[in-house]
Antibody, heavy 123, light 109 residues
């Protein structure tokens, strides 16, 4: 059974940093393309970014609002996905979901989601 | 940038009725790369439809997707109580690679 569990959320001041983690199990993590999607309170879904597998170059891609501030990485030895969030703004307040799909991997719809971790940016 | 606009924002219907949800793209969606998700309060989204019209395994056949180019539709032929939720469309073929619509809330009338 595929499981994704996010952690690392919390309250942070504007301008601060936070690193979120996503522990994955139930599939071959090293083969998977992994995604972050966020949802501001009471709002819709927003794609944050994606990292390809190492075999596909471990390329990252980001949404415009977070480009240059967020950095997605992965540790295949620990089956863990990360997002380093710097220069945080109040508009980054959201539930952050880790997500992936069943093979074949690629920029395709997302079958599996974690329960999310809440990030609140406020002074 | 591909912007997805969903309408209506809220749809109030009764169980047994037919629901029609719209998703319009600001640019043509290539390869029919358009999906639909359902989200219930306090839960993560759940993929229902991919590539415009393909149902995920286990999704009832009262759900159907259609459309092409820039106009797409999710139809629920006969609403069941468990269908009342928020629905999002998602394009995965444009630039930026992925965008979501703002959602349509399907509520019980």
């Amino acid at each position: 059974e595929v499981q994704l569990v996010e952690s690392g959320g919390g309250l942070v001041n504007p301008g601060g940093s936070l690193r979120l983690s996503c522990a994955a199990s139930g599939f071959t993590f090293s083969d998977a393309w992994m995604f972050w999607v966020r949802q501001a309170p009471g709002k819709g879904l927003e794609w944050v970014g994606r990292i390809k597998s190492k075999a596909d170059g471990e390329t990252t891609d980001y949404a415009s609002p977070v480009k240059g501030r967020f950095s997605i990485s992965r540790d295949d030895s620990r089956n863990t996905l990360f997002v380093q969030m710097n220069s945080l703004k109040t508009e980054d307040t959201a539930m952050y979901y880790c997500s992936t799909r069943r093979p074949p991997y690629g920029d395709f719809p997302l079958d599996f989601w974690g329960p999310g971790t809440l990030v609140t940016v406020s002074s | 940038e591909v912007v997805l606009t969903q309408s209506p924002g809220t749809l109030s219907l009764s169980p047994g009725e037919r629901a029609t949800l719209s998703c319009r793209a600001s640019q043509r969606i290539s390869n029919n790369y358009l999906a639909w998700y359902q989200q219930k309060p306090g839960q993560a989204p759940r993929l229902f439809i991919y590539d415009v019209s393909n149902r995920v395994t286990g999704i009832p056949d009262r759900f159907s997707g259609s459309g092409s180019g820039t106009d797409f539709t999710l139809t629920i032929s006969r609403l069941e109580p468990e269908d009342f939720a928020v629905y999002y469309c998602h394009q995965y073929g444009g630039s930026p690679r992925h965008t979501f619509g703002q959602g349509t809330k399907l509520e019980i009338k």
